[in-house]
Protein backbone atom coordinates (compact mmCIF):
# COMPACT_ATOMS: atom_id res chain seq x y z
CA UNK A 1 0.00 0.00 0.00
CA UNK A 2 1.42 3.45 -0.93
CA UNK A 3 1.24 6.18 1.41
CA UNK A 4 1.41 9.95 0.24
CA UNK A 5 1.85 12.94 2.91
CA UNK A 6 1.68 16.29 1.03
CA UNK A 7 3.15 19.56 2.70
CA UNK A 8 3.71 23.23 1.20
CA UNK A 9 0.11 24.64 0.54
CA UNK A 10 -0.76 27.81 2.23
CA UNK A 11 -2.22 31.62 1.19
CA UNK A 12 -0.86 33.44 -1.12
CA UNK A 13 -1.54 36.95 -3.78
CA UNK A 14 -2.36 36.43 -7.38
CA UNK A 15 0.87 36.56 -9.43
CA UNK A 16 2.80 34.72 -6.29
CA UNK A 17 4.44 31.04 -6.54
CA UNK A 18 3.99 28.28 -4.40
CA UNK A 19 5.57 24.84 -4.51
CA UNK A 20 3.64 21.45 -2.75
CA UNK A 21 5.87 18.34 -2.03
CA UNK A 22 4.35 14.63 -1.75
CA UNK A 23 6.52 11.80 0.06
CA UNK A 24 5.48 8.64 -0.85
CA UNK A 25 6.42 5.35 0.96
CA UNK A 26 6.34 2.48 -0.66
CA UNK A 27 7.32 1.31 -4.08
CA UNK A 28 6.15 4.25 -6.87
CA UNK A 29 8.75 3.83 -9.62
CA UNK A 30 6.46 2.26 -11.81
CA UNK A 31 3.21 4.44 -10.69
CA UNK A 32 1.87 7.07 -12.69
CA UNK A 33 1.09 10.32 -10.17
CA UNK A 34 -0.47 13.36 -10.28
CA UNK A 35 -1.28 16.19 -8.55
CA UNK A 36 -5.54 16.50 -7.98
CA UNK A 37 -7.72 19.73 -6.91
CA UNK A 38 -10.55 19.92 -5.29
CA UNK A 39 -12.34 22.99 -4.92
CA UNK A 40 -16.01 24.04 -3.05
CA UNK A 41 -18.48 22.53 -5.00
CA UNK A 42 -16.30 21.52 -7.69
CA UNK A 43 -15.19 18.01 -9.00
CA UNK A 44 -12.01 16.75 -8.43
CA UNK A 45 -9.81 18.17 -11.10
CA UNK A 46 -6.09 16.50 -12.28
CA UNK A 47 -4.25 19.33 -13.11
CA UNK A 48 -1.48 17.60 -13.64
CA UNK A 49 0.24 14.07 -13.92
CA UNK A 50 3.58 12.47 -14.78
CA UNK A 51 4.27 8.38 -16.17
CA UNK A 52 6.90 6.61 -14.61
CA UNK A 53 8.53 7.02 -17.84
CA UNK A 54 8.38 10.81 -17.12
CA UNK A 55 5.87 11.67 -19.10
CA UNK A 56 3.93 14.81 -18.06
CA UNK A 57 0.10 16.18 -18.99
CA UNK A 58 -1.75 19.22 -17.22
CA UNK A 59 -4.89 20.32 -17.60
CA UNK A 60 -5.37 23.41 -19.83
CA UNK A 61 -6.56 25.53 -16.69
CA UNK A 62 -2.39 25.35 -15.85
CA UNK A 63 -0.48 24.67 -18.71
CA UNK A 64 2.34 27.35 -18.39
CA UNK A 65 2.51 27.92 -14.88
CA UNK A 66 2.59 24.50 -13.39
CA UNK A 67 5.12 22.09 -13.68
CA UNK A 68 5.16 18.51 -12.25
CA UNK A 69 8.54 16.80 -11.33
CA UNK A 70 9.06 14.01 -9.64
CA UNK A 71 12.96 12.61 -7.51
CA UNK A 72 12.55 9.24 -7.82
CA UNK A 73 15.59 8.75 -5.48
CA UNK A 74 13.88 10.25 -2.90
CA UNK A 75 9.86 9.18 -3.71
CA UNK A 76 9.19 13.02 -3.59
CA UNK A 77 6.20 14.38 -6.05
CA UNK A 78 6.44 17.99 -5.93
CA UNK A 79 4.48 20.58 -7.77
CA UNK A 80 5.55 24.45 -8.87
CA UNK A 81 2.74 26.60 -8.97
CA UNK A 82 3.34 29.84 -10.49
CA UNK A 83 1.47 33.10 -11.64
CA UNK A 84 -1.38 31.70 -9.21
CA UNK A 85 -5.29 32.97 -9.57
CA UNK A 86 -8.19 33.37 -7.18
CA UNK A 87 -9.37 30.42 -9.52
CA UNK A 88 -6.57 28.01 -8.35
CA UNK A 89 -7.42 27.83 -5.13
CA UNK A 90 -8.57 24.56 -4.05
CA UNK A 91 -7.61 21.66 -1.61
CA UNK A 92 -4.41 19.60 -3.17
CA UNK A 93 -4.26 15.82 -3.31
CA UNK A 94 -1.11 13.86 -4.44
CA UNK A 95 -2.19 10.42 -5.91
CA UNK A 96 -0.61 7.57 -7.17
CA UNK A 97 -1.74 5.01 -9.50
CA UNK A 98 -0.58 1.47 -11.46
CA UNK A 99 -1.67 2.80 -14.96
CA UNK A 100 0.13 4.81 -16.70
CA UNK A 101 -0.66 6.87 -20.00
CA UNK A 102 -3.44 9.34 -20.93
CA UNK A 103 -5.41 7.74 -18.53
CA UNK A 104 -4.02 9.61 -15.58
CA UNK A 105 -5.83 12.57 -16.55
CA UNK A 106 -8.66 10.82 -14.60
CA UNK A 107 -9.12 11.38 -11.30
CA UNK A 108 -10.39 7.54 -11.17
CA UNK A 109 -6.82 5.97 -12.74
CA UNK A 110 -5.67 6.55 -8.66
CA UNK A 111 -6.17 4.14 -5.78
CA UNK A 112 -3.68 6.04 -3.19
CA UNK A 113 -4.40 9.32 -1.98
CA UNK A 114 -2.63 11.97 0.18
CA UNK A 115 -4.55 13.62 2.81
CA UNK A 116 -4.64 16.73 1.26
CA UNK A 117 -3.40 20.27 1.60
CA UNK A 118 -5.29 23.94 1.22
CA UNK A 119 -3.97 26.47 -1.28
CA UNK A 120 -6.03 29.81 -0.94
CA UNK A 121 -5.16 32.17 -3.65
CA UNK A 122 -6.23 36.37 -2.77
CA UNK A 123 -7.05 38.54 -5.45
Not at 17 to 25: E, G, I, M, V, W
Not at 53 to 61: E, H, L, Q
Not at 99 to 109: D, F, I, K, M
Request: hydrophobic content about 30%; glycine content about 12%; charged content about 20%.
Amino acid sequence: QVQLVESGGGSVQAGGSLRLSCKASGHTNTFAMGWVRQAPGLEREVVADIDSDGTKRYANSVKGRFTISKDNAKNILYLQMNSLKPEDTAIYYCAAGRVNGPCSRSRYAYASWGQGTQVTVSS
